[in-house]
């Protein structure tokens, strides 16, 4: 969700057509404006990115689970206590592959899976090829009830906010690693807004038409809100780079604040790319698999850092 003129631009433009049609409606029929708006917001966007698995990890066993009649499709390696990978908005499961292997070799069964209209998923309840975050958080759930409590859940960008809410909501987690998560929503419709044209008339009907769409404030689904209605949160590992256009580290550093025996790595240098290339940054996954440790060797360590990246944390007191 960044701008045309910011963000990394993995993005596709948005048609010069779509702000000029949304400009208008802004000015003259705010209403209509919200109503289509409300459908590009649930549309997961046409990222450039392969859907194959790294070089090295052979396709895994196909797994599935259903969350009210809506299949969500995944594969598994591995045996021992399950740890799940969820990737972010108009992501793939590959896109957290490179942790398959050290995870199966440390002694975990590892799970990786499409979140709802994304690649082999089916959609929930709205149109083919649109969702929400509490779909999202849906699928997560039920992956997680389906094929046993979760070790660790291992998320990047969205898939880090719908695991957040999927904890809230009663998913069995022990351990959570949030790679770059999605800061609030409050960031991400100022920059939505202003990439498809249109103004505060249409983004205040967009946040009323989300809330009922999700049965819930919108809001409420950040994740530093989320964690203020956690009893006893699982240990949390944040792992976000400065340089990162798309998901704003000081929201992070936020989250870090308000959530009870969690800690921020902090990488350096990744560049305009920083949301993506941290899933392929040799500091950042030691860092994620020091702290998730090895199958039945005891509570995951917390190290200080990892190969140079800075850490710190909210031990709680």
Known sequence: MAGDGAGSGIEPPVERRVRRVLGLLERFAPAIGARWAVELWCTPPAVEASLRMPPGVS??????????GHRIAGEAWGDGPAVYLVHGWGGC????????????????RVFAFDLPSHNDSEPGDLAAGRTTIVECAAAVRAFVR????????VAHSLGAKATALAVARGAAVDNLVFLAPMGDFSWYLDVFADRHGFGPRIRRGLVRRLDRRLKMPLYDTDIASVAATLDGPPPLLVVHDPDDPDSPYEMSRAIIDVWPGSRLVTTRGLGRLAHYRILRHRPAINACLEFVGRANAGQSTQSSGVGGAAAEGNSGD
């Open 59 to 68: 396709p895994g066993r196909p797994v599935e689970a259903l969350w009210d």
């Open 93 to 108: 499961r590959a896109h957290l592959g490179v942790f398959v292997k050290p995870l199966v070799d440390a002694g975990y």
């Open 146 to 153: 389906t094929h046993g409590p979760a070790h660790a859940i």
